[in-house]
């Protein structure tokens, strides 16, 4: 029975049309990995860029590989990262639904219309996953591809299992056009007849994204450069259907070193492992922008990017052909500059957890250790080992008295120490305008550089050679119990 066209009309009535809209296209995996959010980094401002529209779509079709709560790993880390859909699962849309799953009966229609078009056919054969991965075929020797309709029909009928398959001409070649890479052609005697419909009779992805883009009035179709070598074989289903092609925009890997691509199975972290690790998402994303993408004439030398200014300068153009590869140091790099430049409040607000990891005494204030860090962090995880010693002081070598630069070693210390404790407890405030000017005033009277009076204050207090800030500043912190309490362990220590 021929099928019923007024539904492929309906479904062309709903297509939105005369504006830009891209979409991220995700798979259900549980996490971002860092290709994946260039991916949607890029498609949304190629949308935000334009004026158009954002779409997000679940693409869940490989049931194999469902993952519990994976779309609100999708959902959290698109608010996070302010890449805001106007068309999704979850907020809805004209062309809804947004999953995949859910539109299993408009794919088998579609892959219907193009058996009756002769683009398609039913294939009987048993054959194993691993066959079709391998992209050995021998299409000649596909005896479904031969059969008449007639013949497919009654056997579908009798309840064998099938699987669709695209029928990709003998000869001729397919020419088609990506924004990045250029024109490609093809030899058809080169494609093999993709699954279409499975025997599930869910699609397979390269079914199911030529008609979702189609029927979701895709301009741009963004993703990986591995579809590439698919793109000729989505050609020929807009041919097949009569459909105009999107714009293709393949982008080149991310890669961890110059042979290998990224990957979380073999260790390298996505978006969820780099915020663990102590990265800002305004840096990561910043960093993300320039992997691959180079912004080009006035802003050409410029390397902080807001989301703002990402996409008033992001262009098509600037997106390279070679792979990028991903450099920790470079995106460090990056975070340290997002860290200093946030308000003195904004980084308490993020390191306040961090610091808490390590201080765990309530009386201390933490906006105050977080003022000392600022400009002295690279990663927001590098805290809590710079600040443990406030919460307690460490079991230390009284050698770190004795320092070079400084001119201090153990007897000087301990003169130093036993000079200072007088003059900390009898003074009238403790604030650091007090204990500055206290110990710099003791430092004039005893006649000695401020550095020999400074650095024994400080390994006393902080028990330890490298710290934030300076001996005032954590004396104050300290508050005066405890720091006199740490300066006579320290005299103890000496005698
Ligand atoms: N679901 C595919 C993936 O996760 C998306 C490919 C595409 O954007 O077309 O890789």
Redesign the pocket.
Known sequence: MPLDRKYFQEMEDKIPKGKIRTRF???PTGYMHVGNLRTALYTWLIARHGGGTFILRI?DTDQTRQVEGAAEVIYRTLAECGLNHDEGPDVGGPVAPYIQTQRRDTYGRYARLLVELGHAYCCFCEKTESEEDSGDFDRADDPCRALTPEQAQARVDAGEPYVIRQRIPHTGSTTFHDAIFGDITVDNDTLDDQVLIKRDGLPT?NFA?VIDDHLMGITH?V??SE?LSSAPKYDLLYQAFGWEVPTYVHCSPVMRDAQNKMSKRHGDPSYEDLREQGYLTQAILNYVALLGWSPRGERSEQEVFSLDELVEAFDLNGVSRSPAIFDMEKLTHFNALYLRAMTPEEFAREAEPYIRRAVKNPGLDTARIAALLQARCERLTDIPEKVDFFDALPDYDPELFTNKKSKTNREVSQMMLQAAIPLLEALPAWTEAEIHDGLIGLAEKLGVKNAVLMWPVRIAAAGKAVTPGGAVEICHILGREETLRRLRLGLEKLS
């Open positions: 296209a995700p798979s693409e992805y994204n179709v993703r990986g579809y």
